[in-house]
């Protein structure tokens, strides 16, 4: 009940593309749904988070998409760029422990 | 600010050897998290501190892993004795509520 699946586990597009990245989670208690972006030999670095009373929430390029019925969320990154190659992890938490579980992570990579 | 600061950033140790990881959070956070990162299992929460009492444990894999938190500017981490599958990127982060704030990490290699 503590896991969040995230898909797929690599993604190659192409410079201008839009990539999309799945999460599901089965706790119902989770409450904050963050997105963190990592870069090689970097800490994760918090990209966009959204709570479940919305069900959409866009900063600059990046766009989180929650459907809470299906406990289940994505990022949508548009006109992706070869700068937003790196590694992509969803997380879940419950806004008392604020403890993030994350996804297995996603490696993205733009072709110029 | 200067962000949550691990150190060090890289250590290689014989196995059986005790290996100690520091964490100093940002000023101010109440919370701080021990992760430990690799290939195979990702992101694992290892331990988490709120206003410096350990609140949930039961991510650290041994009794051989200990973590402390003696004040709201430092914690340690501390693996004794050391084995190769520990080898690993350990993150430190700190929140005040909801965002967490990841340290650069500290690489571990045991031989």
């Known amino acids: 009940q503590q896991q969040v699946k995230q898909s797929p586990q690599s993604l190659i597009v192409q410079k201008g593309g839009i990539p999309i990245i799945n999460c599901a989670y089965e706790?119902?208690?989770?409450?904050?749904f963050p997105w963190y972006q990592q870069f090689p030999g970097k800490g994760p670095a918090l990209l966009i988070a959204?709570?479940?009373?919305?069900s959409e929430k866009k900063e600059g390029r990046f766009t989180i998409s929650f459907n809470k019925s299906a406990k289940q969320f994505s990022l949508h990154i548009m006109d992706s760029q070869p700068g937003d190659s790196a590694t992509y992890f969803c997380a879940a938490s419950t806004r008392n422990t604020g403890k993030l579980i994350f996804g297995q992570g996603t490696t993205l990579q733009v072709k110029p | 600010d200067a962000g949550v600061i691990q150190s060090p950033r890289h250590e290689v140790t014989e196995m059986g050897q005790e290996v100690t990881l520091r964490c100093k959070p940002i000023s101010g956070h109440n919370s701080l998290f021990w992760y430990r990162q690799t290939m195979m299992r990702g992101l694992e929460l290892l331990i988490y501190?709120?206003?410096?009492?350990?609140?949930?444990d039961s991510g650290m894999p041994e009794d051989r892993f200990s973590a402390k938190m003696p004040n709201a500017s430092f914690s340690t981490l501390k693996i004794q004795p050391s084995e190769p599958r520990d080898s690993a990127v350990y993150f430190c982060a700190s929140s005040l509520y909801t965002e967490a704030f990841f340290g650069q990490g500290t690489r571990l290699t045991v031989v």
């Open positions: 706790n119902t208690a989770f409450d904050y």
């Open positions: 959204i709570r479940p009373d919305v």
């Open positions: 501190f709120n206003n410096n009492v350990p609140i949930d």
